[in-house]
């Protein structure tokens, strides 16, 4: 049975799924094709190659593919993950996408922490976030790269890992693929079709139409039947409905991006000196 020989550890909110479903086109890669499956982290008994079969049976179906590999945005900040995946497969390539952990902390927030704002949250955005990114270190941690890194660098060589920046997916697509190709051994001089965007986001607003939406979606006798009178129209309304809850991701801004990078600061400069990077513009509060 083939086993993986890269594997993308994160981070969380940092264009893992785009690098995913980018990876699938080249014709030498063939990745795990549930994305977010992460076995690794959900599986504490796997440990060892005879615990894996579940985990290996997803490279079934690669056939001549030079590459084979998992995306996932949650092993790098996984309890464990290091140690299991150097027990698992210790020649193998790591591959980390860091994001300015700020911007990360509100993309993460905004996804996954409240899926609907109140208009008045709305109003007072700035600390409504700062509440919960102090409250919950689900939020906080994962941007810790340093200190989850270190699991990685402390238990692998360093030709054996990759650490890339968000910004390079943002600004330089090509640049940035070729360089993960060439890291993998694979044809570097492929070219990707770029031109779908995935998870772009939109901020959920709790109002009265959602009252509206969760009467369509609810299995009352009486509002069943209102529905089957409405039937043929019903996704038209649905589709308007929605779209009245949701407005484009309003920026991060500068007071809430400085007082994020307060708590990011020490584990910056940690980071810097752990990897050679320079992110000296994260320090300095330089949007992506």
Not at 116 to 121: A, G, I, Q, R, S
Not at 233 to 262: D, G
Request: positive net charge; hydrophobic residues 35%; charged residues 25%.
């Amino acid at each position: 049975m083939r086993h993986p020989n890269f594997i993308v550890v994160g981070a969380h909110k940092a264009a893992t799924t785009s690098i995913h479903n980018y990876l699938k086109q080249h014709p030498d890669i063939y990745l795990i094709s549930n994305k977010g499956s992460d076995r690794l982290s959900r599986k504490p008994y796997i440990n060892s190659l005879e615990d894996a079969g579940e985990y290996l049976a997803q490279f079934e179906g690669a056939t001549t593919q030079k590459a084979l590999g998992e995306v996932s945005s949650v092993y790098l900040h996984g309890d464990g993950v290091a140690t299991k995946i150097k027990n698992l497969f210790p020649d193998i390539k790591i591959i980390a996408v860091l994001r300015n952990p700020a911007e990360r902390a509100y993309s993460h927030i905004l996804w996954a922490g409240k899926k609907n704002f109140t208009l008045k949250e709305i109003k007072d955005f700035d600390s409504v976030i700062l509440s919960i990114f102090s409250a919950q270190e689900k939020f906080r941690q994962p941007g810790l790269y340093y200190q989850n890194l270190k699991g990685y660098f402390d238990k692998f060589d360093r030709e054996q890992i990759k650490v890339l920046l968000y910004d390079d997916i943002v600004h330089e697509k090509q640049k940035f693929f070729k360089e993960i190709l060439a890291f993998i051994n694979v044809d570097s001089t492929f070219n990707f079709d770029f031109q779908e965007h995935y998870h772009k986001g939109t901020l959920k607003i709790d109002n009265s139409s959602r009252k509206a939406l969760q009467i369509i979606n609810s299995r009352n006798n009486i509002k069943n039947a209102l529905k089957f009178i409405l039937r043929p129209i019903l996704p038209s309304i649905k589709t308007f409905i929605e779209k009245k809850q949701e407005k484009p991701l309003p920026p991060l801004s500068e007071y809430v991006r400085t007082e994020m990078l307060k708590f990011y600061r020490d584990d910056i400069i940690q980071l810097q000196e752990l990897t050679g990077l320079n992110c000296s513009h994260w320090l300095n509060g330089k949007p992506t």
